[in-house]
């Protein structure tokens, strides 16, 4: 899994021109270990999902808090 941070262009690559999530905050761009890629979000709950084309994907909340203390 990677973590990278975010890009000018990263929302509307992965996300398109409809808003994220109410209260979600953008944390960066992430590739989970099966090849996925999508933003990486913070929901209002304090919940990370892979964030791709207006859907939401659950993570593995420990992995994700692990690799984010590592960047």
Do not use: C, H
């Amino acid at each position: 899994m990677r973590i990278s941070k975010l890009r000018n262009m990263s929302k509307s690559l992965f996300w398109g021109d409809r808003p994220l999530p109410e209260n979600s905050e953008m944390k960066g761009v992430i590739e989970t270990d099966n090849g996925r890629t999508g933003l990486l979000l913070r929901l209002k709950d304090g919940m990370y999902v892979l964030g791709t084309a207006g859907s939401l994907s659950k993570l593995n909340q420990d992995k994700i808090r692990r690799k984010l203390k590592e960047a």
